[in-house]
């Protein structure tokens, strides 16, 4: 059995950092398109960062330059590291998991994370 468990999230002032983690149990990383996606109120989900089938990183626009997204594989365990944060990184954050060989796809359940003053 699959599951995707986040944590990390919580209320930070504009400005400020959080570090976000996806635990991964019953996948093997290599298998899958790992990624992190967030979705605001009144919005649809988006794909904030990910990993490509060779380990090289992608990122929204809007989080160039102030989000890392980085794995462990030892620990089968994905994080995202987010700076400078911004009111409109408001949403909640998801974990994704997604088969390279078949359709099979995994979501976490999601963790908060608010940015405000």
């Known amino acids: 059995q699959v599951h995707l468990v986040e944590s990390g999230g919580g209320l930070v002032q504009p400005g400020g950092s959080l570090r976000l983690s996806c635990a991964a149990s019953?996948?093997?990383?290599?298998?899958?398109?790992m990624g992190w996606y967030r979705q605001a109120p009144g919005k649809q989900r988006e794909l904030v960062a990910s990993?490509?089938?060779?380990?090289?990183?992608n990122y929204a626009d809007s989080v160039k330059g102030r989000f890392t997204i980085s794995r462990d594989t030892a620990k089968n365990t994905m994080y995202l590291q987010m700076n400078s944060l911004k009111p409109e990184d408001t949403a909640v954050y998801y974990c994704?998991?997604?088969?390279?060989?078949?359709?099979?796809?995994?979501w976490g359940q999601g963790t908060q994370v608010t940015v405000s003053s």
């Open positions: 990993f490509t089938r060779g380990g090289i990183t």
């Open positions: 994704n998991a997604g088969s390279w060989v078949s359709t099979a796809n995994y």
């Open positions: 019953g996948i093997i990383f290599r298998n899958y398109a």
